[in-house]
């Protein structure tokens, strides 16, 4: 939609010069970073009233004085609009403007209402990639007897100063509450209103207003944390105040919840960190800057918006960001401290027993950690350090997060992320979708455009997103092809890094060329496959020659004749060559061999992933489960007491964030290959629904459930007496093949028990 469709004649307005309140949180040029924009409508026992709104970054919108914005850090991260310092000198694909649409009816009173919409931060201002200035724009439907009055936008609504002073996404948030009047959010007299200067016109946005089922971000009942520490220390004047020191119970991303006394000087400092240190206060190695401060002393007498009186009791919470940690410190008075954990309002939809604690906590650790990780509408990286849509991480992860998560809407938007990030000039896919100047590489991040759709139509059985940008993956396709020396992919753009695979126990051995060429052999295939869907079948001989050119190429780069190995098998290289169809049962042999005497995994999140899923095909699934509960990779995460996954193996090349998803990759394999919930090759959607479990000797009992979209799908297997009974529960209407000891049976819909 343009934003006339969507918003009729609505302006964007921003703050102008704001000068009536002391200590506002102003710009060099006196304009509020954090405005609030109040405008009144008027309802005569209407049928429904629909309020469409968006504040750039992200936004508050209030009725009357009660919050009625629903999901948190609203709207929804996309690349908004062109902008003016655009780094890389791309043009990207496409720009798009997520709009909230929310149901105000219940809270709309008879005669005049008061919206307020406090707005600001959030990406479309952030430092690292900034699109512009705060701005906000709205309209409201009045719905009666069939017919629609619509209230806009306009220069006639106020501007007020907010709360919030400072601000980094990543970093900080800064409160006070000087100045700051609550009846700003709500009624105030009309003579103490008109004490407040009017909204300008912004600049309208040149982009596409869409709507979107994607989940915003919820936030859990508010639950008291652990005080582990007290006592008292001095503040930045040398007076002694007292601090709490709080354990949440695991490595979360959320938000406190501070009740403050009432006082003159009342205010508190909080510090967030992952660890807790030997006397136990926050491990500031791993504070990752996180911050959040709030000052009281708000309020007015009424006669002069902005004015001082004593403060009051107020409780306090980070109003424009989230922050990741388990341990935080609390510098000042308190009466009350609560958490509530906050992410996309994803429902796990899975479950996984077994008799290892090691695989049920990769289980319980991989859900935490990706949920920790869905903010805005996106699957990020980490939830504090760069909070940013990583294509590579993204594509690694997709699977495992569709099998144990209800995330179909989630992977929708991001796709048309991936997609809009695409340079229409070379076809270059970002690193980072929204695009962010960020680290990456050809092949390993930017073949997302190609796997996350392709998984996205195998999982939900849905071919749009795939058929929509089918010609782009052609065209990522040509930039790789643009990037290659002999057939290998060996560069990205000028200037910017050329990864395979990242984050391995010792420093990367494997060439970014094997890695990145892997990657594009196997995104030909996805696509060969789409074309035959689309009936593109004229595209599939020069697919099938390029995929054929590059395996030839790849083995002829990378092969070792004298041993049968790639790259001396070392970071699963066997592993990469075996799954495109290079290497022989030599080469398979060596692989079992060199994992069976190692003993874990020296592979990065690449290769964790492509030599799990390889053991099981070649038949060795026991060896990959004994890689996942073996010491040295995730054993090790849960014997250090870590309750989400590390950015790094421990005893790696680094330690940085202790909260990315991407590791989990392994955790499609339970459901795929342990619990054996699967689909036949030509199946999509699992409407060929096979259950093929594996069961590992060194397992006695196994359950698990998958919400497929027939339904709820689930299986168990236990060992008893040297036989093994195992049930499939099957939905209504559904039927399925169960596979098992080479033999092939008949599911009904219902309980399915076999014993052998």
């Known amino acids: 939609m343009t934003q006339k469709e969507m918003f009729g004649g609505a302006l964007w307005l921003a703050a102008g010069p704001y000068s009536a309140a002391t200590n506002a949180n102003e710009d060099p040029s006196g304009t509020p970073l954090f405005p609030i924009l109040r405008a009144h409508f008027n309802v005569n026992n209407p049928d429904r009233v629909i309020l469409r709104a968006v504040g750039l970054g992200f936004f508050h919108a209030y009725v009357n004085g009660v919050e009625v914005t629903g999901a948190r850090f609203l709207p929804l991260s996309t690349d908004y609009e062109a902008r003016a310092d655009y780094p890389t000198g791309e043009e990207l694909h496409g720009h798009r403007l997520i709009v909230p649409e929310i149901d105000i009816t219940r809270c709309v009173r008879e005669g005049d209402n008061v919206l307020a919409l406090y707005f600001g931060g959030g990406w479309y201002t952030y430092e690292g990639g900034r699109f512009g200035d705060p701005k906000a724009i709205y309209c409201i439907d009045v719905e009666k007897d069939g017919c629609t009055e619509r209230f806009f936008s306009s220069e006639k609504d106020r501007i007020a100063p907010g709360f919030v002073k400072t601000y980094h996404l990543t970093q900080f948030e ?98 967030f960190s992952e660890e807790i240190a030997p006397e136990l206060m926050p491990d500031m190695r791993f504070n990752h800057r996180q911050c959040f401060t709030a000052v009281l002393g708000g309020g007015n007498s009424g006669k002069n918006p902005g004015g001082n009186i004593t403060s009051k009791k107020r409780t306090v919470s ?52 990706q949920l920790s990780n869905m903010h805005a509408g996106i699957p990020s990286d980490c939830p504090h350090i760069e909070r940013r849509g990583y294509t590579g991480d993204g594509q690694l992860t997709c699977h495992a997060a569709m099998s144990a998560l209800g995330a179909k809407e989630f992977y929708r938007k991001w796709i048309n992320d991936i997609s809009d990030c695409q340079d229409i000039k070379t076809g270059h896919v970002q690193y980072t979708a929204p695009y962010l100047h960020s680290g990456g590489g050809p092949g390993a991040w930017g073949c997302a455009i190609v796997e996350v759709p392709y998984r996205f139509y195998k999982e939900y059985g849905d071919l749009e997103p795939a058929a929509r940008l089918y010609s782009q993956m052609l065209e ?74 590059r395996l030839k190429a790849t083995g002829g780069a990378y092969y070792n004749t004298w041993d049968c190995n790639f790259l001396a098998n070392i970071q699963g290289a066997n592993a990469f060559a075996l799954d495109i169809g290079l290497g022989n049962e030599i080469t398979a042999r060596h692989l079992v061999e060199y994992y069976r005497a190692l003993g874990r995994y020296d592979t990065g999140i690449c290769g964790t992933d492509v030599l799990t899923k390889v053991l099981f095909d070649i038949g060795e699934g026991d060896l990959a489960v004994s890689l996942m ?72 009992k196994l359950s698990g459930s998958r919400e497929l979209p027939c339904g709820k799908v689930s299986v168990s297997y236990e060992k008893t007496d040297g036989r093994t009974r195992c049930e499939i529960v099957l939905p209504a209407e559904k039927h399925a093949l169960f596979v098992f000891g080479g033999n092939e049976f008949e599911l009904s819909p219902g309980v399915n028990v076999f014993t052998f």
């Not at 990741?324 to 996984?352: C, M, N, Q």
């Not at 643009?482 to 990367?508: A, R």
């Not at 394999?669 to 036949?680: H, W």
């Open 174 to 271: 800064n409160q006070n509450f000087d100045g700051f009047d609550d009846r700003f959010l709500g009624d105030m007299p009309p003579e103490d209103e008109a004490l407040l200067p009017n909204a300008v016109p912004a600049k309208p946005m040149e982009t596409e207003y869409v709507f979107s089922d994607c989940p915003g971000d919820s936030a859990s009942e508010p639950f008291e944390p652990l005080l582990i520490n007290k006592g008292t220390k001095k503040d930045d004047s040398g007076r002694e105040i007292p601090f709490a020191v709080y354990d949440a119970g695991a490595n979360i991303s959320a938000i406190p919840f501070i009740t403050i006394p009432g006082s003159d000087k009342g205010g508190i400092k909080v510090y």
């Open 318 to 369: 980070p109003a424009f960001t989230w922050f990741a940690f388990r341990y935080f410190i609390v510098e000042g008075e308190t009466e009350k401290v609560l958490i509530s954990k906050v992410h996309a309002d994803v429902p796990v939809t899975s479950t996984f027993d077994s008799d290892s604690d090691v695989l049920n906590w990769i289980y319980r650790a991989y859900i935490n950690t």
């Open 629 to 700: 509960v073996s010491d040295g990779a995730f054993a090790t995460w849960m014997k250090a007491g870590f309750t989400t996954f590390s950015e790094y193996w421990i005893n790696s090349t680094c330690d940085r964030s202790h909260s990315h998803p991407m590791f989990g990759s392994v955790i499609a394999y339970f459901f795929e290959r342990l619990l054996g919930i699967t689909q036949a090759a030509d199946s999509a959607g699992y409407r060929k629904l096979v259950i093929k479990p594996f069961i590992p000797s060194s397992l006695s």
């Open 476 to 549: 990522y396709f040509r930039y790789l092809k643009d990037h290659s020396l002999n057939n290998i992919v060996v560069s990205d753009k000028k200037g910017e890094w050329c990864l395979g695979d990242w984050c391995t126990l010792t420093p990367t051995a494997l060439p970014a060329g094997f890695v990145n060429n892997y990657y594009f052999i196997k995104s030909l295939r996805r696509v060969i496959e789409l074309a035959r869907l689309l009936g593109r079948e004229q595209d599939i001989p020069e697919l099938e020659n390029l995929a054929d050119i």
